[in-house]
């Protein structure tokens, strides 16, 4: 049985299919993020952004365990802060709620347990991710670079 080589129109149809379904049904700007930070992970390119400040030593009186307050935590790269502040709901998961500085859009993943959330930082750098479960938690920001290349920035393994 020959195998059929595709023609020049049967290419034309694909592409008009493709472009049909990408308008009719495109995907979903978090499985994008989520596909490119899956791949993210595999590099070790990704600059390392370490602990700066957190609310449970610099102020422990007010992290009463059971309490439900939140969590503030800082980290810094070259040129970049990470702050976020991990609040619990009332499922039991959390609530990470950041901001980049300088402000900047970028993809985000939260990286905990084997589980990902993907999420996107705006133009003001301000971004949030619901569902993240309790307990060790890393975060990989993918920065909009200029022509294309982008930065990777990735915070160290954080309890909360």
Excluded: N
């Amino acid at each position: 049985m020959e195998r059929q080589l595709l023609t020049s129109s049967d290419d034309d149809l694909l592409g008009d299919l493709r472009r049909i379904i990408g308008e009719l049904d495109p995907i979903p700007e978090t499985v994008l993020i989520a596909a490119r930070a899956a791949l993210d992970w595999r590099t070790l390119d990704a600059e390392l952004a370490e602990l700066i400040a957190d609310s449970a030593v610099d102020e422990p009186a007010l992290l009463l365990r059971g309490s439900g307050q939140a969590r503030a935590l800082a980290f810094e790269a070259a040129g970049l802060t990470i702050e976020i502040e991990a609040e619990p709901d009332a499922d039991g998961v959390l609530r990470l709620t950041g901001q980049l500085i300088p402000p900047q859009p970028a993809d985000v993943a939260v990286r905990h347990g084997d589980a990902l959330v993907a999420t996107r930082a705006d133009e003001r750098g301000r971004f949030t991710a619901h569902g993240v479960a309790p307990g060790p938690v890393s975060l990989r920001c993918r920065l909009d670079g200029e022509a294309g290349a982008a930065r990777l920035v990735e915070t160290e393994w954080m309890s909360v």
